[in-house]
């Protein structure tokens, strides 16, 4: 029902910046509560950021508060992810993943029904 694809990874040095973007397929994604994960090598899969689909509002680990805005732009059918100041413990694989008609900011990775492939973000010291 809905397909997700990430890009926008690569390689930065720390205090650099990167966006990640998500383009989602699908007829349901203006009503998918739309996040973002990562998972370093070893290490669970961890929330990062969440934005609704009711009022647009978001969420984010502790972590990145400050540093990472999400967004979405409905239109196109896609989330973004803009991060700033990255630091080395910031690299890892980025998901995006979506969860069907949860107008609430569903933070454990077990309430997500779709999941994109990944894009690296990896932060040199």
């Known amino acids: 029902q809905v397909q997700l694809v990430e890009s926008g990874g690569g390689l930065v040095q720390t205090g650099g910046s990167l966006r990640l973007s998500c383009a989602a397929s699908?007829?349901?994604?203006?009503?998918?509560?739309m996040g973002w994960f990562r998972q370093a090598p070893g290490k669970e899969r961890e929330f990062v950021a969440v934005i609704s689909w009711r009022d647009g509002r978001t969420y984010y680990a502790d972590s990145v508060k400050g540093r990472f805005t999400i967004s979405r732009d409905n239109a196109k059918n896609t989330v973004y992810l803009q991060m700033n100041s990255l630091k080395p413990e910031d690299t890892a694989v980025y998901y995006c993943a979506a969860d069907r008609n949860n107008p609430g900011l569903p933070k454990g990775r077990n309430e997500y029904d779709y999941w994109g492939q990944g894009t690296q973000v990896t932060v040199s010291s």
């Open positions: 699908g007829r349901t994604f203006s009503r998918c509560a």
